[in-house]
């Protein structure tokens, strides 16, 4: 098995693309061990000293580490671990149909063509390119002209995601559906 790494805009995070799919549905994000308890995968990295969140997409699996660890020394261990859990075909989450997005605000139904525009301009314009950054945005509310979105994996921190959301999704999201006057992060 052979598993590639591609860095991410966000220097603390790393992408690790197993060739295989990793989440069969959604993403799942975990910012904790604790949090990773239904991933026995998750649960393996964060046993990794300097883990400090685990996300899992479709076929990649992005990991941040601490500013104190170097990837020289945390990228030998993370390898030999997710190699080791699909080598060993062990389930990655053990409720898979669990996975997925954050949860949706309540809207009006004069909101709902508006919200149903923005989940597809996010689906098809925003969250490949950004997973393609190991990361994901999820659609979490639209209240009075602003929406609200959670960012994920290496976007959750990242030094260039409020430019993302200001310069890149904010701007296109105004062009297309002029209901929106601004977009945040949850």
Not at 152 to 168: D, I, N, R, Y
Request: glycine share 8%; net charge negative; charged share 20%.
């Amino acid at each position: 098995m052979f598993i590639q790494t591609e860095e991410t805009p966000n220097p603390a995070t790393l992408k690790f693309l197993p060739g295989r799919s990793v989440v069969l549905q959604g993403t799942a994000d975990f910012d904790s061990a604790a949090a990773a308890e239904r991933s026995p995968l998750a649960v393996r990295l964060f046993q990794v000293e300097g883990v400090v969140r685990v996300f899992l997409g479709s076929d990649f699996i992005t990991i941040t580490k601490n500013d104190a660890k170097d990837w020289s020394v945390l990228k030998p261990a993370l390898l030999g671990i997710i190699m080791e859990h699909f080598t060993t075909n062990q389930p990655v989450l053990r409720d898979e149909a669990a996975a997925g997005g954050g949860g949706h605000a309540e809207h009006s139904e004069a909101d709902d063509e508006i919200v149903t525009q923005i989940k597809e301009l996010l689906d098809t314009r925003v969250r490949p390119a950004v997973a393609q950054d190991g990361g994901d945005i999820v659609f979490h509310s639209f209240e009075d002209g602003v929406v609200y979105l959670h960012m994920q994996g290496s976007c959750s921190g990242c030094p260039s995601s409020t430019a993302t959301l200001k310069m890149g999704i904010e701007n296109m999201l105004r062009h297309y559906v002029p209901e929106v006057v601004e977009v945040r992060p949850v």
